[in-house]
């Protein structure tokens, strides 16, 4: 087998490990909502008992990049796949993190008379942003990615906007403080959400295009040229 058959073979197995990896994340995060929509104890149980997997998962994908790089010698376009992999993989496991924080904070609010606060449009726009990117990844669409780069600017807001309902709840009473606090942990947690799958995005435009869109406006990426010595 030719060193270059190698890395093929390789590169089609660490990119369908990643995307495993990414869908049992998509899984975890949609499982976490809907237990926090239903106040589901038992579901928020298994989404904390279930972040095991993906740490082992982030672990095997690390090995597994760091063993192709021992291997070979990348050219320009596997340098770019394998530095993207380890960045996105570890993107991945925090974004788990975050689907775990939100189960944590529905076992605090589930026994506990519940407040007025409706999460589900900020919630709803997270769980879209994380599906299409996943589209993205799957896909090697940089079209699909550069969608989920547009839509970071409606999760700031909405963080925002929730933000500023969670604390006039939790002044009409004090009793509201602690629920009212979980609160402001799973917008935190929401908005996060947000910030990873927009750096799971740019990550995949830049190993597709070679352009690094890191701190560039979702309107001007177009413009970005591929970076020198990474554009082959």
């Known amino acids: 087998m030719t060193t270059r058959h190698f890395f093929d073979t390789e590169y089609d197995a660490l990119r369908q490990h990643i995307i495993t990896m990414a869908t049992e994340v998509e899984q975890q995060f949609f499982r976490a909502l809907d237990a ?125 906007d929730f933000m500023s309902e969670i604390l006039a709840v939790m002044k009409e009473d004090a009793k509201n403080i602690k629920r009212g606090v979980s609160f402001i942990f799973i917008t935190r947690c929401l908005e996060k959400v947000g910030d990873l799958s927009t750096n799971i995005a740019e990550d995949i435009v830049f190993y597709m295009k070679a352009k690094d869109i890191r701190h560039t406006h979702p309107e001007a990426v177009s413009k970005i040229r591929p970076l020198g010595g990474f554009d082959k």
């Not at 990049?65 to 340098?79: E, M, Y």
């Not at 589900?120 to 940089?142: C, G, Q, Y």
């Open 36 to 160: 926090h929509q239903n106040y589901d104890e038992q579901a928020a149980e298994g989404v904390v008992n279930g972040d095991q997997k993906i740490d082992r998962m982030e672990m095997e994908i690390d090995e597994h990049c760091v063993n192709l790089f021992a291997k070979l010698q990348p050219i320009a376009t596997d340098l770019r796949f394998l530095t993207s992999v380890i960045k996105i993989n570890n993107d991945f496991e925090r974004l788990g993190d975050q689907a775990v924080s939100i189960a944590r904070h529905t076992l605090y609010l589930a026994p506990r008379p519940r407040l007025h606060l409706d999460i589900s449009p900020m919630a709803s726009l997270a769980k879209e942003m994380v599906h299409r990117v996943i589209d993205a990844l799957v896909n090697n669409n940089t079209y699909f990615a550069e969608e989920v780069l547009l839509l970071e600017e409606r999760m700031d807001k909405f963080e925002i």
